[in-house]
C-alpha cells in the first residue's frame, strides 16, 4: 500500500483505503483467495476522481482515464484467473493503471455481506422487500438476504424484469403457475443458483429465490423443490453495491465520482 502523507489536492490512497478495509471489515471477512479484496494496484498521486465499475476491464480502466479519474472501485478485481503471467491482455489491463496512474481497489464478499451496501440487501430495498434475515452463508457471513412477503411471484419477476432493464441485464424465471403466491423470498447476487444457496433456500422454506444467474440444471431442479428462480443478471444485481461504495467515498472524502457501465450479457 501506498506510504505517504496526503498533498494538497486531494487525499492519498493510503487514507481511502483505511477508510474502506474499515467500512467493509476486509481483513476479517472470508472469500476466494482470487478475490484479493483491498487495493490490488497502488498509484502513486493524491486521488482527485473515483471511476466505479463491476468489473476490471481493459474498456472500465480505459474509461477511468477518458473520465479523469485516478482510482477505480471494482467488485470483480484483476486477478480471478489466479496466477497468471503479465503477458497479453492481463498485463495490457496493468501497463494502464501504471502508465495513467490508476489505483484499484476491489471489495467482493466484503461488499456482498454489508448490512447496509451490500448487493443483496440494496437490490431487496430496489424490489420493495424487506430483509429480516441472513442468506448465503459462506463461513461465518451471510452474502445475501431473506424475508417475507404477500405479493404473487409475477409481481416479484414484473420487478426485477423492470430493474433489470434500467441496469444492463434481463431478468426471466424459471417454471411457475400465473396464480402462485410468494411468502419466502431470498436474494444471493451473482453467480447464487449454487448447489448450497439452493439447499440453504430449500432447508429454510424459502419458496421464490432471486439470483443474478445460475446453471441449467437449477431451473430443471427448482420446480421439484418448491421453488421458482428468478435470474436477473449477474452483472445487472451487482451494480449496486459499488455505486453506494462510490457514494461513500464522496461523502467522507468530498472527492466527485463517475460510472462506467459494462454490461456483460448476463
Request: charged letters at 15%; a negative charge.
Amino acid at each position: 500500500m501506498v506510504q505517504r502523507m496526503a498533498v494538497e489536492g486531494g487525499p492519498t490512497l493510503e487514507r481511502i483505503a483505511q477508510d474502506l478495509d474499515a467500512l467493509l471489515r476486509t481483513s476479517e471477512t472470508p472469500d476466494y483467495k482470487t478475490a484479493l479484496n483491498g487495493v490490488q494496484l497502488a498509484n502513486r498521486t493524491p486521488i482527485t476522481k473515483v471511476a466505479a465499475a463491476v468489473d476490471c476491464s481493459r474498456f472500465t480502466i480505459e474509461q477511468t482515464i477518458a473520465q479523469g479519474a485516478n482510482l477505480l472501485l471494482v467488485h470483480h478485481g484483476l486477478f480471478w484467473g489466479g496466477l497468471q503471467p503479465l503477458t497479453g491482455p492481463h498485463l495490457e489491463r496493468v501497463r494502464l493503471l501504471i502508465d495513467h496512474d490508476v489505483a484499484l481497489y476491489a471489495a467482493h464478499l466484503p461488499l456482498d455481506a454489508h448490512e447496509r451496501i451490500g448487493n443483496s440487501r440494496l437490490l431487496a430495498g430496489a424490489l420493495g422487500l424487506e430483509p429480516t434475515a441472513g442468506f448465503a452463508r459462506h463461513e461465518h457471513i451471510f452474502c445475501g438476504v431473506r424475508g417475507t412477503t404477500t405479493l404473487r411471484t409475477a409481481t416479484v419477476l414484473d420487478r426485477c424484469q423492470r430493474f433489470s432493464a434500467t441496469h444492463g441485464g434481463t431478468a426471466i424465471a424459471s417454471a411457475m403457475p400465473a396464480d402462485r403466491m410468494t411468502k419466502h423470498w431470498a436474494i444471493c447476487t451473482g453467480a447464487g443458483a449454487g448447489h448450497s444457496t439452493i439447499a440453504e433456500a430449500v432447508a429454510l422454506g424459502v419458496d421464490t429465490l432471486i439470483v443474478g444467474e445460475g446453471p441449467h440444471w437449477s431451473a430443471v431442479d427448482a420446480p421439484e423443490k418448491g421453488l421458482v428462480i428468478i435470474y436477473a443478471g449477474h452483472y445487472a444485481t451487482e451494480t449496486l453495491g459499488v455505486r453506494a461504495l462510490a457514494d461513500h467515498v464522496t461523502a467522507t472524502f468530498g472527492l466527485p465520482w463517475s460510472w462506467i457501465s459494462a454490461p456483460t450479457g448476463l
